[in-house]
C-alpha cells in the first residue's frame, strides 16, 4: 500500500488556507465569529500559517452541547479558525483517503450519500430478489464518542506518512474522547475506522450486498 509524505508544506499553503476558510464559511457568513475572520482575512490566515508550519497549533477548546437528532447526540464546536484547519488538511488528504473506501461506503464522501445508497439498494433489490432476500442490520453502539485512538492513529499511518501531518492528526484525534461529532474532519475519520470492517466483509466474508452510512 502506497503511503504518501510530502504533504506538510500543501496544508500550511497560504492558497490552500484561503480556499479552506471561504469553504468553512459556506452558509456560516452571516455569524459573527465567520464575519470578524474575514473582516481581518490574511492577518488570519498567515496566524494559522506560522502555527502550522512551525508545529505550535493546537486545536481549540470545544464548545460541548447537546442535540436530538433522532437520538440524542453530544456535539463539539470548534471555533471558525479551527475549522478552517480541518478543511486545510482535507482539501489535501481527501484525495488520498477517498479511494481507501468501498463503494459500499456512502456517507460523507463527495458524490454519495443517502440518495446513492437508496439508489443501489433498490437497484440490488430490483436485479437479484433471490440475493437479497435476507437482511442483517448492524449499528455499532456509541460509534464515535467509542473510537480508539491508538487504532485510529495506526489505520491513518496506513497512508500517511509525513511525520509533520501525523502530529497534526494525533493532536485532533486526542483533542476530544473518541472522535466529536461536529468536526469536518471527524466524518472522514470514522469512515476510515470502519473501512478496516468493510474491507474484512467484502474481501474476507464475500458479502456481495453490503451498504454502510455511519453518520
Not at 464559511?25 to 502555527?51: D, M, Y
Not at 485512538?149 to 500517511?160: D, G, M, T
Not at 492528526?169 to 461536529?182: H, K, N, Q, T
Request: proline letters at 4%; a positive charge.
Amino acid at each position: 500500500m502506497k503511503r504518501h509524505g510530502n504533504l506538510h508544506a500543501r496544508i500550511c499553503a497560504i492558497d490552500n488556507l484561503r480556499a479552506a476558510a471561504y469553504n468553512a464559511a459556506k452558509g456560516k457568513r452571516n455569524r459573527r465569529e465567520v464575519r470578524a475572520f474575514f473582516a481581518n482575512l490574511e492577518a488570519e490566515l498567515e496566524a494559522l500559517r506560522t502555527e502550522l508550519s512551525a508545529g505550535t497549533y493546537r486545536t481549540s477548546p470545544y464548545e460541548i452541547f447537546e442535540k436530538m437528532e433522532g437520538k440524542r447526540r453530544i456535539i463539539f464546536k470548534l471555533p471558525f479558525r479551527d475549522r478552517v484547519v480541518h478543511w486545510a488538511i482535507m482539501q489535501v488528504l481527501e484525495p488520498i483517503w477517498t479511494p481507501q473506501f468501498t463503494a459500499d461506503t456512502h456517507a460523507c464522501i463527495k458524490g454519495r450519500g443517502m440518495h446513492s445508497l437508496l439508489t443501489t439498494l433498490r437497484a440490488d433489490l430490483r436485479n437479484d430478489p433471490a440475493g437479497t432476500a435476507y437482511c442483517l442490520k448492524i449499528d455499532v453502539r456509541k460509534f464515535y464518542p467509542t473510537i480508539d485512538h491508538e487504532i485510529l492513529k495506526a489505520v491513518v499511518r496506513r497512508k500517511i506518512k509525513d511525520p509533520e501531518v501525523l502530529g497534526l492528526l494525533d493532536g485532533i484525534i486526542d483533542s476530544a474522547e473518541g472522535v466529536p461529532i461536529g468536526n469536518y474532519i471527524s466524518q472522514y475519520l470514522a469512515n476510515l475506522y470502519l473501512s478496516e470492517l468493510d474491507h474484512l466483509l467484502k474481501e474476507v466474508a464475500g458479502v456481495r450486498y453490503y451498504y454502510r452510512y455511519a453518520d
